[in-house]
C-alpha cells in the first residue's frame, strides 16, 4: 500500500508498505480522505516532541471497514470515523473520565502510526460507524469538528455572549460556527488570510483582517467599548498573545487553544488588575466526538466549505506546502 511517512525535518517520503495485518480487536479500514492538520505541520517541521521518524502520520481520517475481527457488532464495508485517542485507563484522569488528558495519551498519526495510507489497522474501540448521511470527505473533519465542540464546551462561554476568536484556520472557524449555533451575540475573528477570512463570512462570522484594521477597535466598536466575554486564542504567535489580553472585558476569560511553538510573554499584571480568566484546552472527549458525528449528521453544519483542496497521495509534497504557505488554504485532504 501507498503511505506517507516522516522522514525528518521537512522530508516526507511516499512509501509503499505491506498492509497491516489485524489481531483481536481490531479493524483493517480502507482510508478514503485524511487531512492535514496544525499538528501535522509541526511533525512535518520537525518540532513535534514525541514524534518519531517512520512514521505514517494523519489523525484525521475516515474509510470503510475491509477486515475485522469477530465478536463485534462492526462489519464489512461500514462507513466509520476514527478517533484517533489511545488512553490508558489507569491514570488519575482516565479514572475520572477525563481520557482526553490521559497522562499516557497516545495520537494515532502521532505516536501510533496513522492514516495517511491506502490501509490503517484500528482498535474497533476507536471506531464510529456512520450513516450515508456523512459524506466520505466531510467526515474527515469530525476530529477537528470535536476539538471545537469541546473547546467552547470547556469555556465559560454563555447564550448571548460576544465571542473574539484570534486566527481563521479550520479550528477557529469550527469554533466560531459552533459558539455561533449556541447563542453567541457576535463572534468576531481575525486573520491575515483574505482568503479564510472570505470563508469565515459565509458562515456569518464578523472578520477582521488585522493587516488592513485594527481588531482591538473592531472589538472595542462591536462591543459597545466593553470587550468581548470570551476570547478563543488559535493562532499561537506573540501578536495574538497580546491581542487575547486587549480584546478581553474586565473579568471575562481567555481560551487557549493553541499549541505554542514558542512561549509567549503575557502580560499578567493587566490581567491581574482586571480579574481575567485564563484556561487552556486539549483535544476532545469521547462526547465531544459523538456530538461531532451527530452534528453532521442531522445537517447541523455545512462543513464543506472549509475543504480548500482535495489532492491524490501521490501530492504529499504539493498538499504539505500548500498548508504551510496557509493563506490561500483551510482544510487540505488526501483522498486515498
Known amino acids: 500500500m501507498k503511505a506517507i511517512t516522516y522522514a525528518g525535518k521537512e522530508q516526507l517520503l511516499l512509501e509503499e508498505l505491506s498492509v497491516p495485518q489485524i489481531t483481536t480487536d481490531e479493524a483493517l479500514v480502507k482510508v478514503k480522505y485524511g487531512g492535514i492538520c496544525g499538528t501535522d505541520m509541526m511533525i512535518y517541521a520537525g518540532v513535534h516532541p514525541r514524534a518519531k521518524t517512520s512514521l505514517v502520520m494523519g489523525h484525521e481520517f ?44 497516545k495520537y494515532i498519526g502521532i505516536d501510533l502510526q496513522g492514516g495517511f495510507a491506502e490501509y490503517a489497522k484500528i482498535p474497533i474501540e476507536n471506531l464510529h460507524i456512520l450513516s450515508d448521511k456523512v459524506k466520505e470527505d466531510e467526515a474527515a473533519l469530525i476530529e477537528p469538528l470535536a476539538v471545537a465542540i469541546h ?50 463570512e459565509t458562515y456569518g462570522l464578523i ?13 472595542k466598536m462591536t462591543t459597545k467599548g466593553v470587550g468581548s466575554d470570551v476570547v478563543f486564542e488559535v493562532a499561537g504567535n506573540q501578536i495574538t498573545a497580546n491581542q487575547m489580553i486587549s480584546a478581553i472585558k474586565t473579568q471575562g476569560e481567555i481560551m487557549v487553544v493553541s499549541v505554542y511553538k514558542k512561549a509567549p510573554i503575557i502580560d499578567l499584571a493587566n490581567m491581574h488588575f482586571r480579574e481575567l480568566s485564563l484556561s487552556t484546552t486539549r483535544c476532545f472527549s469521547p462526547k465531544d466526538f459523538e456530538a461531532a458525528i451527530k452534528f453532521m449528521e442531522e445537517g447541523r453544519i455545512d462543513i464543506s466549505r472549509l475543504i480548500s483542496h482535495r489532492l491524490p497521495i501521490e501530492s504529499f509534497k504539493e498538499g504539505f506546502e500548500l498548508v504551510k504557505e496557509s493563506k490561500n488554504s483551510l482544510k487540505l485532504l488526501f483522498e486515498l
Open 207 to 219: 472578520t477582521v483582517n488585522s493587516m488592513e484594521m485594527d481588531l482591538i477597535e473592531k472589538v
Open 151 to 200: 473547546t467552547v464546551r470547556r469555556s465559560q462561554f454563555k447564550v448571548g455572549d460576544n465571542v473574539t476568536i484570534l486566527g481563521a484556520g479550520p479550528i477557529g472557524i469550527l469554533i466560531g460556527i459552533i459558539a455561533k449555533i449556541s447563542g453567541a451575540a457576535e463572534v468576531i475573528i481575525s486573520d491575515v488570510s483574505k482568503y479564510r477570512l472570505e470563508v469565515a
Open 62 to 105: 475516515s474509510g470503510e471497514i475491509t477486515k475485522i475481527s469477530s465478536g463485534t457488532s462492526f462489519k464489512i464495508g461500514d462507513k466509520v470515523a476514527i478517533n484517533p485517542i489511545r488512553y490508558c485507563n489507569e491514570c488519575e484522569p482516565c479514572r475520572l473520565g477525563n481520557y482526553h488528558i490521559c497522562e499516557n495519551l
